[in-house]
């Protein structure tokens, strides 16, 4: 069976661009691959973060993973820093990546202009863990948001030149991008981000999606209700497009065009169905993280699981690499 790695970081509650840009992706991919989905820990704290918030933000992804379907008889659901191998495995790739791929990195230019005070070397190699993270299992596929393909095809790039260097070992894997894989902020300009204040979060409670939701940015152009809109650049139809039905995704298209309909109805109608959508998540996300002993049992099963297989490729690569050692046996 072909095998799926991906992860999110535990850097803040999880919001609807993780769901539609990951998770939602990623119920459907367990029944045709063996999935491991990892809670990247080493790559949160990259970036500034409070020590005693950590271990919350992890709890947080797990039963978020949970809450939105992920099925722990099916799937691998592990933390990164318990495997050891994905920092043993970085470094290694650390010694056949040219600098100047990692810092041609989209990402990296960005980080380091935002924390240029202090840019650690953690940000330049980020990229680096991410490729240990997926070739470490041997991932042949790795579904993601929009935002990551530049980190995908690098990860490509390292396991050709591995290959290339040490003799075939690890597949390439390729990137899965499916619909919701760029998801717009609140603010109609960025990123939905959980470092940005844009987000509508998974355990949203009706009240505050609506009132986020009314607030937010749509098309620029339209000032007043008699003003016509162009739904094509409005951040609000982007998301009816994930939730909506079809005869409601129609109705604020013509509505908007025409200035029938101003953006709170249009709104009232996106916000009733985020509500719908994510009541079950938020309401099992409720209870999950009140059983703690539940969420490790999962943890420990799934970490136990990935270190098998880590330390199967970890021989392997030992051996490529000529460490060895025969005398010490
Ligand atoms: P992160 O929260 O950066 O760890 O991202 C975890 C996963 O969610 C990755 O696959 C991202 O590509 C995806 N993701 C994060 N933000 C968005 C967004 N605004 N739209 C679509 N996908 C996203
Ligand atoms: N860099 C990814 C993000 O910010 C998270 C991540 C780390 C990841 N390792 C991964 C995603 C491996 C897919 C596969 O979203």
Redesign the pocket.
């Known amino acids: 069976m072909k095998r799926i790695f ?4 535990p ?2 509650r ?2 609807i ?2 769901y ?4 939602k992706n990623w119920l459907q991919l367990q029944n045709e691959y063996q999935c491991i989905w990892g809670i ?1 820990d080493y ?2 704290i990259t970036v500034p973060y409070k020590t005693d918030e950590l271990e919350e933000r992890v709890i947080d992804c797990t039963a978020s993973y949970l809450a939105a379907g992920l099925d722990p008889e099916k799937s691998i659901l592990m933390i990164q820093s318990k495997v050891k191998a994905h920092t043993e495995l970085t470094w290694i790739l650390n010694t056949i990546s040219p600098i100047s791929w990692l810092e041609r990195v989209p990402t990296y230019k960005d980080k380091s202009k935002q924390f240029s005070s202090n840019l650690n070397m953690g940000l330049l190699d980020y990229p680096v863990l991410m490729a240990a993270d997926v070739i470490l299992y041997k991932a042949n596929a790795v ?6 393909l530049p980190h995908l095809e690098l990860c490509r790039e390292i396991v050709r030149r591995f290959n290339h260097i040490f003799g075939k070992t690890f597949p390439e894997p390729k990137a899965i991008i499916k619909k ?6 609140l603010d109609g300009k960025n ?4 470092s940005l204040n844009n987000c509508i979060y998974l355990d949203e409670n009706p009240d505050d999606i609506w009132e986020k939701l009314s607030t937010a940015v749509t098309d620029p152009q339209r000032v007043r209700k008699t003003d016509a809109g162009n739904p094509e650049i409005c951040n609000i139809f982007s998301l009816h497009k994930l939730l909506s039905s079809k005869s409601q995704i129609e109705y604020c298209k013509v509505g908007c065009q025409t200035a029938d309909i101003g953006c709170l109805e249009c709104k009232k109608i996106l916000s009733e169905n985020i509500i719908q959508e994510l009541s079950p998540i938020r309401a099992r996300l409720i209870e999950l993280k009140k059983n703690k002993k539940y969420l490790k049992e999962i943890l420990m099963n799934g970490i136990e699981k990935s270190r098998k297989i880590a330390e199967q490729t970890m021989t392997e690569v030992y051996d490529k690499i000529g460490i060895k050692y025969k005398f010490l046996k």
């Open positions: 991906s992860g999110i970081q850097s803040g999880l919001h661009g993780n539609f840009g990951a998770i990247v790559h949160a579904p993601v948001g929009e935002d990551q919701g894989a760029f998801v717009k902020g990123k939905m981000s959980k």
